[in-house]
């Protein structure tokens, strides 16, 4: 009969159920604080209700199971036979975990029941009251078999019964479907014209269908109306028949799971966008056509008296570029809160394991962020937090002895300053141990002492690489993830972290990040014939190099004075090979920049100005160039390359080595 | 072909339900809640509404309810899709006046034989 492909609806079944589980996990999460609102129940409910009738629509037969007992447990708290309690909420939110695993791995075309969801299966239909969830469809007792030669059937419906949408002739028209069917109709009951309702029904039938149909199909025509007529169903028998052996259990054609199509499942990974930036998007694109039509009256030229509207028309043309640039960056852009909502539960879970009371306090969770710098900021905001709970917030008596309120705080607030996002994440536990740390830092061999080292350069050396300091490592945070990796994490996004914390009130973790990957604020640099692009985020200054600030080391490197550190000179010339005349070096400009905590000279010819740079990818429409992160066009169409300030000091601290 | 209604408030499923119907040469409305779907059947005079039980805002029984006792919609064939774990809310969406039920869950096929059962 019908052709659909019920694949095609797959990505948003998985999508909305994540988007439930998200919501379940945040109602759970209100419960388990005590907030008794009903409707919350009826989210988790909601939640698990509608990812089973999905999963069980979409083939996804093991995760509807599991699904399907969740429910069940829910189904008893909403109807008040069960309360609230604590190991529900627990349950729930390991199912709701367990569901989401489940589910990718059904979209990976994997079977989803894993050992461990089957062990949680378990624990859940133990909680269920009677204990064994009873299976689904319970296989019905085997009626005697009749052998069936005709139908009688009278039928009167209640006078409401055409409200409710029910049409007799339908009816019949299906009756009709199973054999010849005879209809008598009874109108003893009309009554006189003047008081008929044309929506009251006022007739009955006798109907006689001279076919053995089972029963099941006469019943199916007339299942929507029970209780809403007079009905009876008389089935002439022809002989009684024994009945025959219950027939096993019918063998379930183990049908074949349909391979899936390895493309159809590609992760492409989409943008949900609000209905309002496309309206303003069609808006805007609506304007620069009337724009458009405007200045086309001028192609065949100007005249003076002209002009005026020329520039008037140039002017606006300006500002719907800039204003459709904006809109369409937009649609890159989602609430931080995709990102933020996790962290209730990862809060409240490590503040149980460690005895400790944590508020979270999230703040500014509509702030926009490009959708690639949010899907790589979870993991060292998970970090941070890890953190701060593991180490910077102290144990409740630890509190109170030293004056505090026995909850801690933690606080993640994301806002705009400037052209960039801030995301802080700042606690009121005991701030960084500066003996602590400098003890470490020289066991480590990072550093010789401690001794007039700023309060801000002691707080540093928690990033350099391997540096941990607690006592005993924990299961939270001793990962093997660094602060060091969190900044390398950051660095990629083109932002920075910068820490703040003072000794007995906290510690305040300060992420910046771009407004978007796609744009970047560049500095132009001419290097002979060429023009290249550093991002000005990695600029620490340029200045011009005397002949004499120059040394030069063995291997034909060359190193300069950069107030009190000598800096490795990289000629951008040499790198990237270009041709023609190689100037020396008072006759160019180095522009130091900075990379993972270390800084190299970028010599070039002369700087042109800072501009914005839109980012194409080289990787796409080229291949990976080492030492080059992109490419953009310049206002007069030639391609300029992006520098890859980062990939750079790696090349070069390969060949201090080599 | 006939103006339907299908009212779920999960896309996935209410995307399933609208372009079978559409594959079959129905013209499909969609709204993802009871009250969606009111305002929408204010608009517009629907031959036949499909409505998911369970939703959020307003629910699919206070939706029939309410839809009934709009002009027009006395008589119209309304379908509850309903799960097998609810058989009491069959009896429910009878009782505000729904025409019948289709159990979830249910194949393309099955939507199409339903509907063409109502539609006649």
């Known amino acids: 009969m019908s052709k659909v492909d019920l694949a095609q609806f797959h990505k948003a079944f998985h999508e909305e159920s994540l988007d439930g589980l998200d919501a379940m996990e945040q109602a759970l999460l209100a419960l388990d604080e005590g907030s008794d609102d009903p409707e919350l129940i009826n989210v988790v409910f909601r939640a698990a209700h509608s990812i089973k009738g999905g999963a069980a629509t979409f083939g996804f037969t093991d995760v509807a199971a599991f699904t399907h007992v969740a429910e069940n447990l829910m189904d008893e708290v909403r109807s008040g036979r069960r309360p609230m309690e604590k190991a529900v909420v627990e349950l729930l939110l390991r199912s709701g975990d367990t569901v989401r695993d489940m589910l990718s791995l059904s979209m990976a075309g994997q079977p989803a029941a894993t050992p461990e969801s089957q062990a949680l299966l378990a624990e859940l239909s133990a909680m269920v009251s009677g204990g064994s969830a009873a299976p689904v469809a319970a296989a019905k007792a085997a009626a005697p078999a009749e052998t069936v030669e005709s139908w009688d059937i009278t039928f009167r419906p209640f006078d409401y019964l055409l409200k409710t949408g029910n049409d007799p002739a339908r009816m019949f028209r299906e009756l009709g479907a199973l054999g010849p069917l005879r209809v008598e109709c009874d109108a003893s009951k009309l009554p006189s014209l003047a008081d008929m309702d044309a929506s009251s029904s006022y007739l009955g039938w006798s109907l006689h269908l001279d076919a053995g149909a089972k029963r099941a199909a006469v019943e199916g025509v007339f299942d929507w109306v029970d209780g809403d007529c007079e009905l009876n169903l008389a089935p002439r028998i022809a002989a009684p028949t024994p009945a025959p052996a219950p027939a096993a259990a019918p063998a379930a054609p183990a049908a074949p799971r349909a391979v899936r199509d390895p493309a159809a499942n590609s992760e492409a990974s989409s943008v949900r966008v609000g209905i309002e930036k496309i309206d303003t998007l069609i808006n805007l694109v609506g304007e620069l056509v009337i724009t458009q039509s405007m200045l086309s009256q001028f192609q065949d030229g100007v005249d003076e008296s002209q002009l005026e509207m020329l520039r008037d028309g140039l002017a606006q043309l300006g500002r719907h570029t800039r204003e459709l640039q904006e809109s369409v960056m937009s649609i890159r852009m989602l609430p931080i809160s995709t990102v933020f909502n996790r962290f209730p539960r990862l809060v ?46 102290e144990v409740p008596a630890k509190r109170l002895a030293a004056g505090k309120g026995d909850t801690g705080t933690l606080r993640m607030e994301a806002f705009h300053r400037g052209g960039a996002i801030v995301v ?9 141990n500066r003996e602590a740390i400098v003890a470490k830092a020289v066991q480590r061999g990072i550093i010789a002492s401690g001794d007039g080292m700023s309060d801000d350069a002691v707080a540093e050396l928690i990033f350099e690489a391997g540096f ?30 910068a820490i703040r914390s003072t000794q007995g009130s906290g510690t305040t973790f300060t992420i910046t990040l771009p407004l978007t990957l796609a744009i970047i604020d560049g500095l132009t640099a001419a290097v002979a014939e060429e023009t290249y692009i550093v991002p000005l985020v990695s600029i620490v200054e340029s200045v011009q190099v005397q002949p004499d600030g120059v040394r030069s080391v063995v291997g034909g490197g060359e190193l300069f004075r950069f107030r009190d550190q000598w800096l ?22 180095v522009i130091v920049v900075e990379g993972e905590g270390t800084r190299i000279g970028l010599f070039v010819d002369e700087l042109i100005g800072q501009q914005q740079a839109v980012v194409k990818s080289l990787e796409a429409n080229y291949r990976r160039v080492a030492g080059v992160s992109g490419a953009t066009i310049l206002a007069d169409g030639s391609v300029a390359l992006i520098v890859d300030v980062a990939g750079l000091i790696r090349m070069q601290a390969r060949r201090k080595a080599a | 072909m006939a103006k339907i209604l299908a009212v779920d408030d999960s896309a996935s499923m209410r995307s399933m339900v609208a372009f079978t119907l559409r594959g079959a040469g129905h013209d499909v409305e969609e709204a993802e809640n009871g009250q969606a779907a009111l305002d929408t059947a204010g608009n517009h005079k629907f031959d036949l509404i499909l409505a998911d039980v369970n939703m959020p805002v307003m629910d699919g029984i206070s939706m029939v309810r309410e839809i009934r006792t709009r002009p027009g919609y006395s008589g119209v064939p309304i379908l509850m899709l309903t799960t097998e774990s609810n058989p009491e809310k069959k009896m429910e969406g009878k009782a505000a006046g729904a025409t019948g039920w289709l159990v979830k869950p249910f194949d393309p096929d099955q939507l199409l034989a339903t509907v063409a059962r109502v539609l006649g």
């Open chain 1, 568 to 589: 490795p000179i990289v000629r951008l010339f040499d790198v990237f090979g270009c041709q023609g005349k190689r100037p020396p070096v008072d006759e160019g400009i």
């Open chain 1, 468 to 497: 941990s300091t607690a006592a005993a490592t924990t299961d939270l945070s001793g990962r093997g993830v660094g602060m060091d990796v969190v900044r390398r994490n950051v660095m990629d996004l083109g932002g920075t972290v």
């Open chain 1, 348 to 393: 409240r879970d490590l503040a149980q394991k460690l005895d400790k009371k944590v508020v979270l306090d999230l703040r500014g969770e509509t702030t926009e962020l490009d959708k690639t710098v949010l899907e790589k900021i979870g993991d060292p905001l998970v970090h941070l937090v890890r953190n701060a709970i593991d180490h910077g917030l």
């Open chain 1, 424 to 432: 802080e994440v700042a606690d009121d536990g005991a701030g960084l």
